[in-house]
């Protein structure tokens, strides 16, 4: 669903337990999402960096999914990135608070599909975060909750306004969201993947998340086998068209 543009969609479907069918079956939407779900390349190079994007696409589904399953009450989530090339932000989540249009919190993804999850956090989660952290990235995140805040009826303005809180820590946390074969999988690894989260100061432990997915022992393989199945899926929903 989400490779087909249709997330909205799909997080109906989650929040209601309603039966997986997309909303829109178009021949154009499932030939763009098996495109998405491919890999492609001359070179190996070029097979490994396209391999690189449509698992770093899934991973980032998986995390969203995930978010969708254990908010409480209302929130806003950004849709998932459909293209390798767009920048910003992996992932943004909006609890509202009881009005329904105030933000209680924001969550700031960061989701990283790698053989090397601890360069991986090290290298690009945690300057990252750091970023944020020091608004260094706030009309980017401003404007990101501004477009959330909107799904609740606020206006452009009205939307920008209440968006602020997005730049005030004591409204803040992060999820990193890791994956890690079974053949890695330990406490002890976990706490050393992600060392030096503290350095997010000023919020206590409870809003630095470290998530964890946890795939077989060939990583890659193990994304070939779920994009295998998610294409059976789509070349079904073709059958069902014709």
Known sequence: MIAMGQATHAAHIISELRPLTPALNIEALRAAAKTRLSIAGKTAAQL??????????IFEAISWVAAQQSTTGKALLRDP?????????????????????????????????????????????????????????????????AALLQRV???????TEAAARVLDRKYRAYRASLALTN???????????????EELSGIDARRRIAGIFITA???????????SAATAYIDSLDAEDN
């Open 153 to 159: 009826g606020l206006n452009g303005t009205q939307s």
């Open 81 to 145: 990135h459909l293209s390798s090339t767009t920048q910003g932000l992996d992932g943004l989540m909006i609890e509202l608070d009881a009005t329904g249009t105030g933000i209680a919190c924001t969550t700031v993804f960061e989701d990283k599909c790698s053989e090397h999850p601890r360069t991986k956090f090290r290298d690009e989660i945690m300057p990252a975060f750091l970023a944020h952290h020091g608004n260094a990235r706030g009309p980017d995140l401003l404007a990101a909750a």
């Open 183 to 197: 053949a890695d999988e330990s406490l002890k690894r976990r706490k050393a993947l992600f060392k030096d989260y």
């Open 217 to 227: 022992a060939d990583l890659r393989g193990w994304f070939d086998k779920l994009a």
């Open 48 to 57: 490994d960096v396209s391999r690189y994007h449509r698992d770093g696409l």
